[in-house]
Protein backbone atom coordinates (compact mmCIF):
# COMPACT_ATOMS: atom_id res chain seq x y z
CA UNK A 1 0.00 0.00 0.00
CA UNK A 2 0.92 3.72 -0.78
CA UNK A 3 2.36 5.55 2.08
CA UNK A 4 0.45 8.51 -0.01
CA UNK A 5 -2.98 6.96 0.64
CA UNK A 6 -3.74 9.48 3.65
CA UNK A 7 -2.53 12.18 2.00
CA UNK A 8 -4.45 11.54 -0.95
CA UNK A 9 -7.75 10.83 0.90
CA UNK A 10 -7.70 14.45 2.76
CA UNK A 11 -7.41 16.52 -0.75
CA UNK A 12 -9.89 17.08 -4.13
CA UNK A 13 -7.18 17.49 -6.18
CA UNK A 14 -9.66 18.64 -8.88
CA UNK A 15 -10.01 22.07 -6.64
CA UNK A 16 -6.52 22.10 -4.50
CA UNK A 17 -3.35 22.96 -7.12
CA UNK A 18 -1.30 20.49 -4.62
CA UNK A 19 -0.16 17.56 -6.08
CA UNK A 20 -1.42 13.63 -6.31
CA UNK A 21 1.71 12.73 -6.70
CA UNK A 22 3.93 10.12 -8.89
CA UNK A 23 4.10 6.46 -7.90
CA UNK A 24 6.86 6.84 -5.34
CA UNK A 25 9.35 3.87 -7.05
CA UNK A 26 9.39 6.30 -10.25
CA UNK A 27 10.12 9.58 -8.41
CA UNK A 28 12.64 7.99 -6.57
CA UNK A 29 14.99 7.48 -9.31
CA UNK A 30 14.83 10.45 -10.41
CA UNK A 31 16.88 12.07 -7.04
CA UNK A 32 19.33 10.44 -6.09
CA UNK A 33 19.56 13.15 -3.70
CA UNK A 34 17.61 13.74 -0.59
CA UNK A 35 15.67 16.49 0.01
CA UNK A 36 14.90 18.43 2.62
CA UNK A 37 12.18 21.29 2.36
CA UNK A 38 10.24 23.75 4.84
CA UNK A 39 7.04 25.05 4.05
CA UNK A 40 5.25 27.93 5.96
CA UNK A 41 1.83 27.60 6.11
CA UNK A 42 -0.86 29.48 7.12
CA UNK A 43 -3.63 27.61 7.55
CA UNK A 44 -6.18 27.46 10.34
CA UNK A 45 -3.16 27.96 12.42
CA UNK A 46 0.46 29.11 11.39
CA UNK A 47 2.74 26.29 10.69
CA UNK A 48 6.17 25.01 9.62
CA UNK A 49 5.51 21.80 7.54
CA UNK A 50 9.48 20.11 7.97
CA UNK A 51 9.98 17.51 5.60
CA UNK A 52 12.63 14.53 4.58
CA UNK A 53 12.81 12.73 1.36
CA UNK A 54 12.81 9.02 2.29
CA UNK A 55 12.22 5.73 0.31
CA UNK A 56 10.56 8.15 -2.22
CA UNK A 57 8.44 10.29 -0.40
CA UNK A 58 8.65 13.20 2.24
CA UNK A 59 8.49 12.58 6.26
CA UNK A 60 6.75 15.30 7.09
CA UNK A 61 6.28 17.10 10.51
CA UNK A 62 4.27 20.19 11.75
CA UNK A 63 6.29 22.30 13.40
CA UNK A 64 3.78 25.37 15.29
CA UNK A 65 6.79 27.52 16.17
CA UNK A 66 9.10 26.64 13.71
CA UNK A 67 12.94 25.57 13.39
CA UNK A 68 14.82 26.99 16.34
CA UNK A 69 18.76 27.89 15.80
CA UNK A 70 18.84 27.58 19.58
CA UNK A 71 20.29 24.19 20.78
CA UNK A 72 18.48 24.99 24.02
CA UNK A 73 14.99 24.90 23.00
CA UNK A 74 13.08 22.66 21.71
CA UNK A 75 10.60 22.81 19.37
CA UNK A 76 7.13 20.54 18.99
CA UNK A 77 6.99 18.90 15.75
CA UNK A 78 3.97 16.47 15.19
CA UNK A 79 4.25 14.06 12.64
CA UNK A 80 1.89 14.05 9.95
CA UNK A 81 0.77 11.96 6.33
CA UNK A 82 3.81 11.15 4.13
CA UNK A 83 3.98 13.68 1.30
CA UNK A 84 4.67 12.78 -2.52
CA UNK A 85 8.23 14.31 -3.63
CA UNK A 86 7.06 17.19 -6.34
CA UNK A 87 4.87 18.70 -2.82
CA UNK A 88 8.95 20.24 -1.92
CA UNK A 89 7.99 22.60 -5.00
CA UNK A 90 4.61 23.35 -3.59
CA UNK A 91 4.13 27.43 -2.97
CA UNK A 92 0.35 28.87 -3.36
CA UNK A 93 -2.60 29.26 -2.00
CA UNK A 94 -4.94 25.98 -0.92
CA UNK A 95 -8.14 26.92 -1.72
CA UNK A 96 -11.18 27.86 1.36
CA UNK A 97 -12.93 24.28 2.42
CA UNK A 98 -10.12 22.22 1.33
CA UNK A 99 -7.80 20.39 3.66
CA UNK A 100 -5.03 23.08 4.71
CA UNK A 101 -7.05 26.08 3.29
CA UNK A 102 -4.25 29.06 3.15
CA UNK A 103 -0.98 30.37 1.97
CA UNK A 104 1.73 27.76 1.53
CA UNK A 105 5.21 29.38 1.35
CA UNK A 106 9.16 27.66 0.15
CA UNK A 107 10.90 28.87 3.56
CA UNK A 108 13.33 26.65 3.20
CA UNK A 109 15.33 23.90 0.58
CA UNK A 110 18.06 21.82 0.16
CA UNK A 111 19.67 18.42 0.97
CA UNK A 112 19.85 16.35 4.00
CA UNK A 113 21.80 13.52 5.49
CA UNK A 114 21.14 11.04 8.04
CA UNK A 115 24.14 10.25 10.68
CA UNK A 116 22.67 7.01 11.32
CA UNK A 117 22.82 4.18 9.08
CA UNK A 118 19.10 2.88 9.08
CA UNK A 119 16.47 5.70 9.10
CA UNK A 120 13.67 3.43 9.31
CA UNK A 121 15.07 2.08 12.49
CA UNK A 122 15.61 5.14 13.81
CA UNK A 123 12.34 6.65 13.47
CA UNK A 124 11.13 3.15 14.63
CA UNK A 125 13.08 3.92 18.01
CA UNK A 126 12.02 7.39 17.81
CA UNK A 127 15.73 9.55 17.79
CA UNK A 128 16.99 10.84 14.36
CA UNK A 129 19.85 12.93 13.66
CA UNK A 130 20.88 14.39 10.05
CA UNK A 131 22.53 17.27 9.22
CA UNK A 132 20.61 19.52 6.96
CA UNK A 133 22.07 21.65 3.94
CA UNK A 134 19.37 24.42 2.82
CA UNK A 135 19.65 27.94 2.33
CA UNK A 136 18.40 28.95 5.82
CA UNK A 137 19.29 25.72 7.75
CA UNK A 138 22.52 24.00 8.06
CA UNK A 139 24.42 21.69 10.32
CA UNK A 140 23.05 18.68 12.78
CA UNK A 141 19.67 18.34 14.31
CA UNK A 142 17.77 15.78 15.79
CA UNK A 143 13.92 14.47 15.72
CA UNK A 144 13.38 12.73 19.38
CA UNK A 145 9.85 11.50 19.84
CA UNK A 146 8.55 12.70 22.82
CA UNK A 147 5.14 11.60 25.02
CA UNK A 148 2.11 13.52 23.36
CA UNK A 149 -1.30 14.19 24.74
CA UNK A 150 -4.41 13.46 23.35
CA UNK A 151 -4.67 12.84 19.39
CA UNK A 152 -1.19 13.76 19.38
CA UNK A 153 -0.21 11.04 22.03
CA UNK A 154 1.79 8.99 19.43
CA UNK A 155 3.02 11.45 16.59
CA UNK A 156 4.38 13.84 19.21
CA UNK A 157 8.64 14.90 18.21
CA UNK A 158 10.84 17.50 19.42
CA UNK A 159 13.14 19.21 16.68
CA UNK A 160 16.31 20.29 18.31
CA UNK A 161 19.44 21.88 17.08
CA UNK A 162 22.85 20.42 18.21
CA UNK A 163 25.36 22.71 18.92
CA UNK A 164 27.61 23.56 16.37
CA UNK A 165 28.93 26.60 14.04
CA UNK A 166 25.46 26.86 12.64
CA UNK A 167 23.47 27.00 16.24
CA UNK A 168 22.49 30.44 17.13
CA UNK A 169 20.57 32.87 19.72
CA UNK A 170 19.09 34.45 16.52
CA UNK A 171 15.13 33.88 15.45
CA UNK A 172 15.42 32.64 11.75
CA UNK A 173 11.74 32.81 11.36
CA UNK A 174 12.03 36.30 12.17
CA UNK A 175 14.99 36.92 10.41
CA UNK A 176 14.02 35.70 7.34
CA UNK A 177 10.67 35.39 6.77
CA UNK A 178 10.62 35.05 2.78
CA UNK A 179 10.47 32.37 0.30
CA UNK A 180 13.72 30.61 -0.80
CA UNK A 181 12.19 30.30 -4.48
CA UNK A 182 10.56 33.69 -4.82
CA UNK A 183 11.05 36.54 -2.63
CA UNK A 184 7.52 36.67 -1.77
CA UNK A 185 6.08 36.49 1.99
CA UNK A 186 2.71 34.91 2.74
CA UNK A 187 0.72 38.14 2.15
CA UNK A 188 2.65 38.39 -1.49
CA UNK A 189 1.82 34.73 -1.70
CA UNK A 190 -2.17 34.89 -1.10
CA UNK A 191 -2.03 38.33 -3.16
CA UNK A 192 -1.18 36.57 -6.19
CA UNK A 193 -3.31 33.71 -5.99
CA UNK A 194 -6.98 33.79 -4.35
CA UNK A 195 -7.76 34.40 -0.62
CA UNK A 196 -7.89 36.33 2.67
CA UNK A 197 -4.24 38.79 2.39
CA UNK A 198 -5.52 40.32 5.98
CA UNK A 199 -5.07 36.67 7.48
CA UNK A 200 -1.88 35.39 5.49
CA UNK A 201 -0.10 38.92 6.68
CA UNK A 202 -0.88 38.01 10.32
CA UNK A 203 2.00 34.90 9.53
CA UNK A 204 4.50 37.57 8.28
CA UNK A 205 7.02 39.28 10.71
CA UNK A 206 4.69 42.52 11.58
CA UNK A 207 8.11 44.87 10.26
CA UNK A 208 6.62 42.97 6.40
CA UNK A 209 2.94 43.97 6.50
CA UNK A 210 1.80 46.02 3.93
MN1 LIG B 1 0.72 22.14 6.84
Given at each position: MSSLKEYREKRDFRVSPELAGLASKEQSKRSPSRIYVVQKHQASRLHYDFRLEHNGVLLSWAVPKGPSLDPSVKRLAIQVEDHPLEYAQFEGVIPDGQYGAGAVMVWDIGTWRPEQDDVADAIKKGELKFTLRGKKLRGSWVLVRTPGYGRNARNSWLLIKHGDRYASKRDITVAQPKS?????VLADITRDGSGDVTKAATGDPPHRHR
Open positions: VLTGR
